[in-house]
């Protein structure tokens, strides 16, 4: 029973996801490589974290903030844990990339995600042995099905896009280097901060979702055969209701032989600082008008997180308010100086939180994505017809 309290949470939903990402697809893959690359990616997973706990060793460093400090523990889980673990995902799925049965776009997305499911169940595995009791272990175990799936996707995209040549685009160091990046951000929230900093990988695993129910479907536009059904976001057909594919937001990105209009970007920009200004302002007067303490927030306690909630959702809320307000002033066909304008405010933004208070950035850095979509979609309503 000792041994089950720990394996079965770790193995069953994992299981239970590949089983639902094997029978998504009416042209299923060949069950034996799917399971092997499952099994393959809890190997390298064994392999992944050996490696870990030698470089902590070696080095003195840790995942824990509290162990190593922040500066420490941001080293070493963007210098070594995220790289090696995606890199351990991509050596899962690698034999079947270069199979024959790797012969549709969307089989990127369906080994990729077998890969990423055998990692995380062993990581949930070895988690959930070491802290067998405690509801929280089982809210990290929980959150990272997930979010193994959803990094694996980005550099799984790439590798669907070039299934023929059998060879890595320019495309997948990208995509890979995203995938970790944003692996290393999840992975500092989750194990190297409190209980508390949990609620930071909610926009993030929301935008990496994003990405991967977008990807998922342009790979399905791209398939052989119109009938196949994508993993992440299952639509057999495309009407106007739809979401905007990926193909659509690039023709809404096009200049169309129009000059970039750099005062509407700086412009842009300055309005996003004031609509952050106004949200802030608005939550802060919110709060205070329920009774909201600030001074009782805690990382280290998730229940304590609600009046960081409210600052959080006031200055979201300025993005599409912010990019609908540019697009409608502008009157331009495109996104871009929108985009741009809200890239440059989020960059600037990042800049004075990394100066100014080190934690906020993180959490900051997180919610970016949000925000970036956010103000684009608003945009992508004010812009004209």
């Known amino acids: 029973m000792t041994v089950l309290r720990w394996l079965l949470p770790a193995l069953v939903p994992a299981l239970l996801l590949l089983v639902v990402v094997f029978f998504s697809d009416r042209r299923r893959e060949p069950w034996p490589l799917?399971?092997?690359t499952f099994a393959l990616?809890?190997?390298f997973a064994f392999a992944a974290f050996f490696l870990q706990d030698k470089a902590a060793a070696w080095t003195g460093l840790?995942?824990?903030?509290?162990?190593?400090?922040n500066q420490g523990a941001l080293l070493f889980v963007f210098a070594f844990v995220a790289p090696v673990r995606e890199a351990a995902k991509v050596a899962a799925m690698w034999p079947a990339?270069?199979?024959?049965w790797f012969d549709e776009p969307l089989d990127g997305v369906v080994y990729s995600a077998a890969a990423a499911l055998g990692f995380a169940a062993f990581e949930n595995a070895r988690m959930l042995q070491a802290h067998p009791t405690g509801g929280i272990w089982f809210a990290r175990a929980a959150l990272a099905l997930p979010a193994h799936v959803f990094f694996a996707a980005a550099w799984g995209y790439a590798l669907g896009r070039v299934k023929r040549a059998k060879k890595p685009g320019?495309?997948?160091p990208a995509a890979w280097l995203v995938a970790t990046?944003?692996?290393?951000?999840?992975?500092?929230?989750?194990?190297?901060r409190g209980s508390g900093?949990?609620?930071g990988t909610l926009p993030l695993l929301l935008a990496m979702g994003g990405i991967a129910a977008f990807g998922a479907r342009d790979l399905k536009r791209r398939g052989d055969r119109a009938s196949r059904q994508s993993i992440l976001l299952d639509r057999p057909s495309i009407d106007m209701s739809a979401p905007p594919s990926l193909r659509t937001v690039r023709e809404a990105m096009n200049r169309q032989g129009q000059p970039l209009s750099l005062r509407w970007v700086f412009f842009g920009a300055l309005v996003n600082f004031g609509a952050m200004l106004v949200g802030l302002a608005v939550a802060v007067a919110f709060a205070r008008y329920a009774s909201v303490d600030f001074s009782v927030v805690d990382e280290r306690d998730i229940s304590t997180a609600a009046p960081a909630a409210i600052l959080?959702?006031?200055v979201l809320a300025a993005f599409p308010l912010s990019g609908f307000l540019i697009a409608k002033a502008s009157s331009l066909p495109s996104l871009l100086e929108p985009a741009l304008a809200t890239a440059l405010a989020l960059g600037l933004t990042l800049a004075l939180l990394g100066l100014a208070a080190p934690l906020a950035l993180v959490f900051a850095l997180a919610f970016s994505p949000i925000a970036f979509g956010l103000a684009c979609a608003g945009a992508y309503v004010g812009r004209p017809t």
């Open 34 to 36: 799917v399971a092997a």
């Open 312 to 314: 959080g959702a006031g």
């Open 62 to 69: 840790d995942l824990r903030a509290q162990h190593a400090g």
């Open 97 to 100: 990339f270069r199979s024959r």
């Open 41 to 43: 990616g809890t190997l």
């Open 197 to 199: 900093a949990l609620l």
């Open 181 to 192: 990046l944003s692996h290393g951000l999840y992975a500092h929230l989750v194990h190297g």
């Open 170 to 172: 320019p495309l997948f």
